[in-house]
């Protein structure tokens, strides 16, 4: 516990500072990691009552009696909540409750979280990124520009296993590890009036940063995730592709996206694809720099570093994400709390802030990242007249087929002001849906402008 105060003293001493670039680890801490932390800077050991478990390893293999499936099976389906909060005892469990998911069971009589025992689930990295992980933390030339916008001399594993700020947290979101995959899913708007497809599409990713083979900071290296997605339908929509480069010098160079529309024939620079633009595909329920809860440049913002705190949030919610029955998924008002799993994690907390003279429609937003995997789990957006106008919960869970991680593509985004909210890239409710990591990336001759035109649909 002398550690962990350290730790987050450091922290709190480099939050008040601010800005990016922030301070190497000390030898002190970097004693800590593969030791009393994980190699990628979670804590090893549970919270003081138990109700947060040492981290063991997580969910590598396949559990006894499950069938691997396309759609995968909850391997923690004959679990029952330890309890639920309703409006009835939210007070009891403010402090674990974030702002957003009070405001939920207070607009909402029929808001329930159920609370699972927590899994830590998340599957130990491959030793080369857990190793480039602790050389990233000794390198004095692994950090953030100054104003942390744009990334350096960082590589192939988790850039900030010790963070010091909170652009440091953010890019340890951004440039989290995942595997190179695809998947076909669907996205539904859900308002009074009723259900609309926004989405189907199918979609791959993949992340040179954490690819040996590449180049650092050159050709493909020089992005940290690249994704293509392609329009199924509705009609109006198949056949678009979008193509999105997520570069590491950010303050150097811009997020590239090109997008393809059959109707015209042509590939087109589509830079208006980023920050607050509404994504059309998603019937302006979801905005660019909201893929995944955040994703783009840091540019606009001031990311302050709040501390380190246990909250309730969703963990393994293979019912949501792999659900097959609609009706039982989506409700009304909110997702149906049947599907929805909750566990105590130890999540950083970030605050973003409009910087002066920049322009967003959201001027702040909180995020909550899990410490084990590094995922934007949950957060709070406001309007700039103080008013929260979005709830966001992200999907995370291990594909345990492969031993790796499927994380925060995949979420509900809750419209306050509207009274709707949207389900993102749900896999089970899709005709033909599925995830599955590649063992290779796409040839690089696929992810070119011109070939978007040949991928597309006609």
Same mark, same amino acid.
């Given at each position: 516990?002398?550690?962990? +105060?350290?730790?987050?003293?450091?922290?709190?001493?480099?939050?008040?500072?601010?800005?990016?670039?922030?301070?190497?680890?000390?030898?002190?801490?970097?004693?800590?990691?593969?030791?009393?932390?994980?190699?990628?800077?979670?804590?090893?050991?549970?919270?003081?009552?138990? %109700?947060?478990?040492?981290?063991?390893?997580?969910?590598?293999?396949?559990?006894?009696?499950?069938?691997?499936?396309?759609?995968?099976?909850?391997?923690?389906?004959?679990?029952?909540? $330890?309890?639920?909060?309703?409006?009835?005892?939210?007070? @009891?469990?403010?402090?674990?409750?974030?702002?957003?998911?009070?405001?939920?069971? *207070?607009?909402?009589?029929?808001?329930?979280?159920?609370?699972?025992?927590?899994?830590?689930?998340?599957?130990?990295?491959?030793?080369?990124?857990? &190793?480039?992980?602790?050389?990233?933390?000794? +390198?004095?030339?692994?950090?953030?520009?100054?104003?942390?916008?744009?990334?350096?001399?960082?590589?192939?594993?988790?850039?900030?296993?010790?963070?010091?700020?909170?652009?440091?947290?953010?890019? #340890?979101?951004?440039?989290?590890?995942?595997?190179?995959?695809?998947?076909?899913?669907?996205?539904?708007?859900?308002?009074?009036?009723?259900?609309?497809?926004? #989405?189907?599409?199918?979609?791959?990713?993949?992340?040179?940063?954490?690819?040996?083979?590449?180049? *650092?900071?050159?050709?493909?290296?020089?992005?940290?995730?690249? =994704?293509?997605?392609? %329009? $199924?339908?509705?009609?109006?929509?198949?056949?678009?592709?979008?193509?999105?480069?997520?570069?590491?010098?950010?303050? &150097?160079?811009?997020?590239?996206?090109?997008?393809?529309?059959?109707? &015209?024939?042509?590939?087109?620079?589509?830079?208006?694809?980023?920050?607050?633009?509404?994504?059309?595909?998603?019937?302006?329920?979801?905005?660019?720099?909201?893929?995944?809860?955040?994703?783009?440049?840091?540019?606009?913002?001031?990311?302050?570093?709040?501390?380190?705190?246990?909250?309730?949030?969703?963990?393994?919610?293979?019912?949501? $994400?792999?659900?097959? #029955?609609?009706?039982?998924?989506?409700?009304?008002?909110?997702?149906?709390?049947?599907?929805?799993?909750?566990?105590?994690?130890?999540?950083?907390?970030? @605050?973003?802030?409009?910087?002066?003279?920049? *322009?967003?429609?959201?001027?702040?937003? !909180?995020?909550?990242?899990?410490?084990?995997?590094?995922?934007?789990?949950?957060?709070?957006?406001?309007?700039?007249?103080? /008013?929260? !106008?979005?709830? @966001?919960?992200?999907?995370?869970?291990?594909?345990?087929?492969?031993?790796?991680?499927?994380?925060?593509? =995949?979420?509900?985004?809750?419209?306050?002001? /509207?009274? @709707?909210?949207?389900?993102?890239?749900?896999?089970?409710? !899709?005709?033909?849906?599925?995830?599955?990591? $590649?063992?290779?990336? *796409?040839?690089?001759?696929?992810?070119?402008?011109?070939?978007?035109?040949?991928?597309?649909?006609?």
């Amino acid at each position: 516990m002398m550690k962990l +105060n350290h730790r987050m003293l450091a922290a709190a001493v480099a939050a008040l500072v601010g800005g990016g670039a922030g301070a190497t680890a000390t030898p002190e801490e970097l004693k800590q990691l593969g030791t009393t932390l994980t190699a990628w800077g979670a804590e090893k050991a549970g919270n003081k009552d138990g %109700s947060i478990p040492a981290y063991t390893g997580g969910l590598t293999k396949t559990p006894a009696g499950i069938t691997p499936a396309p759609k995968l099976p909850d391997p923690y389906v004959g679990e029952k909540p $330890l309890f639920s909060i309703d409006a009835k005892n939210a007070q @009891q469990y403010a402090d674990k409750l974030t702002p957003g998911q009070q405001e939920l069971i *207070r607009r909402f009589p029929g808001y329930r979280m159920d609370i699972y025992p927590t899994h830590r689930s998340f599957p130990e990295m491959p030793k080369a990124i857990q &190793q480039a992980s602790i050389k990233n933390a000794a +390198n004095p030339e692994c950090k953030t520009t100054p104003d942390g916008v744009g990334l350096r001399g960082c590589w192939g594993g988790v850039a900030f296993p010790i963070p010091h700020n909170g652009y440091e947290v953010m890019w #340890n979101h951004v440039a989290r590890w995942r595997a190179t995959s695809e998947y076909r899913a669907e996205s539904v708007l859900v308002s009074p009036s009723g259900e609309t497809l926004l #989405n189907q599409s199918q979609a791959y990713s993949d992340y040179p940063y954490f690819d040996s083979d590449v180049s *650092r900071y050159e050709g493909a290296g020089q992005y940290f995730q690249r =994704f293509v997605n392609l %329009s $199924l339908g509705p009609a109006r929509d198949a056949g678009n592709v979008t193509m999105v480069f997520y570069p590491l010098q950010s303050d &150097q160079m811009d997020q590239r996206t090109w997008s393809y529309t059959p109707g &015209q024939r042509r590939v087109r620079l589509a830079p208006e694809f980023a920050y607050d633009a509404p994504s059309a595909q998603m019937g302006g329920a979801m905005n660019f720099d909201e893929i995944g809860l955040f994703s783009g440049k840091m540019d606009r913002y001031d990311f302050k570093l709040v501390g380190r705190e246990e909250k309730y949030v969703p963990s393994n919610t293979y019912a949501l $994400l792999f659900g097959t #029955n609609k009706a039982k998924i989506l409700g009304k008002q909110y997702i149906n709390p049947d599907v929805m799993r909750f566990e105590l994690r130890r999540v950083w907390v970030v @605050q973003a802030t409009l910087k002066p003279g920049k *322009r967003h429609v959201a001027p702040k937003r !909180t995020f909550y990242i899990d410490e084990d995997s590094w995922t934007v789990l949950a957060t709070e957006v406001y309007d700039s007249s103080g /008013k929260m !106008t979005r709830v @966001q919960h992200s999907c995370s869970l291990p594909d345990y087929t492969t031993g790796t991680w499927i994380s925060a593509s =995949f979420f509900i985004s809750y419209d306050l002001p /509207k009274s @709707q909210y949207a389900a993102v890239n749900l896999i089970g409710i !899709t005709d033909g849906g599925f995830y599955r990591k $590649l063992n290779e990336r *796409r040839p690089e001759r696929s992810l070119t402008p011109e070939s978007l035109a040949s991928s597309g649909l006609r």
